[in-house]
């Protein structure tokens, strides 16, 4: 078919796409349909209806003849008398769709399925469906790969909704996939999306990464314990509800399960909206379950804390002697020269010194469990807690036996309270524990993917129109429209962010700041944040 018609005998080029023919002849069109039927009615040949293609027939140098056609929905068409010349408007097949189309065939073939290309699948006495990639699948499945990398119309005859229409009728499971993102709010077929790649990256075996159209279902109870808002408006309604979560897969994979019957195409409604995405078969299986009204969710376990619990730390501690407070007990460090202090027939038990290593080690909360006997009736002089030596006068760098810990304590009437001093070695701003580096490196990627995501999205949200250099004040100069976000890019972009939210709470919540002096704690941060941050070879950068 072309949009494109020569008259040969009015000397008139007809451009069947306006209404006019683009003549501003009143009724031209009328005249020469009518026409083209009488002569049909009395079997004229084609060749004698003076009507030849003036399209890419014609720049070729080829005298294609033509009939005209008009559909039941109004459409105006002219058609070619011999099936060659129609294949010769057919676009030809571009490099990245031939790789995808081997890399489907293989995929299938690793799995143990067959498959062939361009299959053509007759649908009536003269007329077929032809698809791009067809899998033999366990159980009689047929698998039709649809590789979709131009622009397909939505509406018509030739459309993706008619073509996955006809293929379904004749027990074909469609599967289009494509490069264009816009396609992802599309809700004409199951589609499948990865991002642009040419034909040689295809081609090659490696990861390819499926980023739309497949989805985990998360099943939840709609009680006041639900995560996620009620989709039937109210506030909680206490019934099953699903909710659909972007799952990236691998091509390869989705080929071979979509053959075995492991992943499968399913609609899900949202309102007055039809989704159509891929699931596993036991998502499918349980999807049914809800929409027929059988499923069952697992028990809530219950919890043991009252209604008035809470489940945070206690922000005090009662005293039972309002007397004033004495000094505390500090845990100190004693020389190696003399005997450590002690109460009088008395032998606290105090825990070993801990070794240190080579290496700072992760610190741990210190909360040792000291129960001192009572001191005797009489006055005892307490001793005064020694200065904190250093560690070359300590002897720390070469420790040759076990060490005890020296304790001074409080009054009688009050419990002795220690207090940790910790090695200089372990409270350095330079020196890090290996779970906080590895937290913050995890915490530098997941910016970094997030920033690389919202770079390949449109420049809103929400579409919105352009505008054009001069319009308006732009450092950008002309800017076009956007067709806003998808409601699974929104999602995958919230996901991200909570990710790196519940990364961030973790580098700032570690134990590690609580040896940190106070004034020292912000360069310590940054000193972090430089060791931790991924260098180009994908290791982090030595301190």
């Known amino acids: 078919m072309a949009n494109i018609v020569w008259h040969t005998k009015l000397k008139l080029r007809l451009d069947l796409k306006q209404d006019d023919l683009g003549q501003s002849i009143e009724g031209l069109w009328d005249l020469l349909y009518n026409t083209d039927r009488l002569q049909a009615s009395r079997n004229v040949p084609v060749s004698e209806r003076e009507l030849q293609c003036g399209g890419i027939c014609m720049d070729a140098g080829v005298v294609a003849w033509m009939h005209l056609r008009q559909r039941a929905n109004g459409r105006r068409e002219a058609v070619h008398e011999r099936a060659e010349d129609e294949e010769r408007h057919k676009a030809p097949m571009s490099d990245e769709h031939k790789a995808y189309q081997e890399r489907i065939l293989r995929a299938a073939a690793e799995g143990g399925f067959d498959g062939d290309s361009e299959v053509r699948t007759p649908t009536g006495t003269r007329a077929f469906i032809q698809t791009d990639t067809l899998i ?72 390819l990464r499926v980023i739309s159209g497949f989805r985990a279902l998360d099943f939840w109870l709609c009680d006041l314990r639900a995560l996620y808002p009620c989709p039937d408006g109210v506030r909680r309604c206490g019934k099953p509800h699903v909710t659909p979560k972007p799952r990236d897969v691998l091509f390869d994979d989705l080929v071979r399960r979509t053959a075995a019957g492991t992943i499968v195409p399913v609609e899900h409604r949202r309102g007055s909206r039809l989704d159509k995405f891929w699931v596993t078969s ?134 002795t309270r220690i207090e940790q001093v910790y090695d200089s070695r372990v409270t350095d701003s330079s020196s890090f524990p290996d779970d906080l ?107």
């Open 437 to 543: 580096l590895q937290l913050q490196e995890h915490l530098h990627r997941a910016h970094a993917e997030h920033r690389a995501y919202l770079n390949e999205l449109p420049w809103s949200v929400e579409p919105m129109a352009g505008w054009a250099r001069g319009e308006r004040f732009s450092h950008r100069g002309s800017v076009p429209d956007s067709p806003g976000w998808s409601d699974e890019q929104k999602e995958r972009v919230d996901l991200m962010w909570a990710e790196i939210r519940e990364l961030s709470i973790a580098v700032a919540a570690h134990l590690h700041w609580m040896t940190v002096p106070r004034e020292k704690v912000v360069d310590a941060r940054m000193e972090l944040k430089k060791q931790a941050r991924p260098t180009a070879g994908g290791t982090a950068e030595a301190a």
């Open 282 to 415: 036991e998502d499918r299986d349980r999807l049914h379950d809800l929409q027929a009204g059988t499923i069952v969710l697992p028990p809530i376990r219950e919890t043991t804390a009252t209604a008035k619990s809470s489940p945070d730390m206690p922000t005090c501690r009662p005293t039972a002697d309002q007397s004033p407070p004495t000094p505390p007990a500090v845990l100190t460090r004693p020389f190696r020269t003399g005997t450590p202090p002690a109460w009088p027939g008395t032998a606290p038990t105090i825990p070993p010194q801990r070794t240190h290593t080579a290496g700072p080690p992760p610190v741990q909360p210190f909360e040792p469990d000291l129960r001192l006997p009572a001191r005797p009736a009489a006055p005892t002089p307490s001793v005064p807690a020694p200065a904190l030596p250093t560690p070359a006068e300590a002897g720390l760098g070469q420790p040759d036996g076990p060490e005890t810990d020296q304790v001074t304590s409080g009054s009688a009437d009050h419990p």
């Open 136 to 207: 033999e699948g366990d159980g009689g499945r047929r698998i039709g790969w649809e590789v979709q990398l131009s622009s397909a119309g939505a509406e018509g005859p030739r459309s993706v909704k008619s073509r996955a229409t006809k293929a379904v009728k004749q027990g074909i499971t469609p599967a289009w996939h494509t490069d264009r993102q816009d396609y992802a709010r599309r809700t004409d077929t199951q589609w499948t999306g990865s991002n642009h790649l040419p034909a040689h990256v295809i081609a090659i075996i490696g990861d």
